[in-house]
């Protein structure tokens, strides 16, 4: 069996242990991928930079948190949101990935999904201005739409809602590393 690593980046406003990212990497974690948190350094500065800086911030905060000797489908990346910035190390690099409620509407992470021969799932809300769902098919046939979910999967209603989805999510998860990246 290869070696199997998943990198966890997180998004702007919560580290990698936040309830989406922490139930992806435990789905990576319990088919043997050894995980690689990534905490933001100096997070701050990434309020200050242009949308064109922020995909090299991003990349110079996650490469040093790729496992040497790690390549193809025995390392994964799992991000959210700012960490959807690391799709151009993906795609560079040949690494699938999963991308919980990825920037579609910024050019440079559009571009990179665009570039990636890896396999990928997208996962969004239809209420996340940040989510385009067409878009999001054409760039690969893995995709998790959930109507109604903001940026952060929250659903209107009670949060019991917004739980389900956190399960929806790790089930589609599951599935895409089951019969995708690690069958």
């Known amino acids: 069996m290869t070696s199997r690593h998943a990198v966890i980046v997180p998004g702007g ?63 994964l990346l799992v991000g959210k949101s700012l960490g959807t910035h690391a799709a151009a190390l993906a795609a560079e690099r040949g690494h699938p990935a999963v991308w919980l409620t990825p920037l579609l509407t910024y050019p440079q992470v559009r571009a990179a999904l665009e ?6 799932l997208l996962v969004g809300g239809t209420a996340d201005p940040l989510w385009d769902g067409d878009l999001a098919r054409q760039l690969t046939p893995y995709v998790l ?36 990246i690690w069958p």
């Open 115 to 120: 570039r990636s021969r890896s396999p990928f």
């Open 13 to 75: 406003q919560y580290g990698p242990h936040a309830p989406l990212l922490m139930f992806s990497a435990d789905a990576a974690e319990r088919r043997g991928a050894t995980l690689h948190p990534v905490e933001w350094k100096d997070r701050e500065k990434a309020l200050e930079l242009t949308e064109a800086q922020l995909e090299a911030w991003v990349i110079g905060q996650v490469s040093p948190h790729l496992p040497l000797g790690a390549a193809g489908s025995g390392l």
């Open 145 to 180: 739409e959930v109507p109604g979910a903001d940026h952060g999967m929250y659903v209107p209603g009670p949060l019991a809602a917004s739980t389900a989805v956190l399960g929806e999510v790790a089930t589609a998860v599951e599935n895409f590393l089951d019969e995708v």
